[in-house]
């Protein structure tokens, strides 16, 4: 399974960014795929899940309203849609995956498979 992130870069606070995933290497009708962040010294934070073809989204509280999760099945692809941004939400973004699954978990450990991060930075 690869996992291929993209969409980082530097923004001002309040505009947005789309952050997008790509999955390949093998089929999963039934998967949890989600957003993490981390800063230097700090755990990986739950941004935002999605249960491919089941559910609502899930969100943490700290984005709520803000971040939009959403896929693409034909393209086998999630985003995240990430609008009003902050300059506490300066990070490096990761798309992770968990298979076989539909029920959402918001922890780290959880997500079997990892792509390489992608920086966003919001300067004030």
């Known amino acids: 399974v690869q996992l291929q992130a993209s969409g980082g870069g530097l923004v001002q606070a309040g505009g947005s960014l789309r952050l997008s995933c790509t999955f390949s290497?093998?089929?999963?009708?039934?998967?949890?795929m989600g957003w993490f962040r981390q800063t230097p010294g700090k755990e990986r934070e739950f941004v935002a899940a999605v249960s491919w073809n089941a559910g609502s989204p899930v969100y943490s509280d700290s984005v709520k309203g803000r971040f939009t999760i959403d896929t693409d099945n034909a393209k086998d692809t999630v985003y995240l849609q990430m609008n009003s941004l902050k300059p506490e939400d300066t990070a490096m973004y990761y798309c992770?995956?968990?298979?076989?699954?539909?029920?959402?978990?918001?922890?780290?450990?959880?997500?079997?498979?990892w792509g390489k991060g992608t920086q966003v930075t919001v300067s004030s």
């Open positions: 290497g093998r089929t999963a009708s039934s998967r949890v």
């Open positions: 992770a995956a968990r298979l076989g699954v539909t029920v959402i978990h918001r922890v780290s450990r959880s997500y079997n498979y």
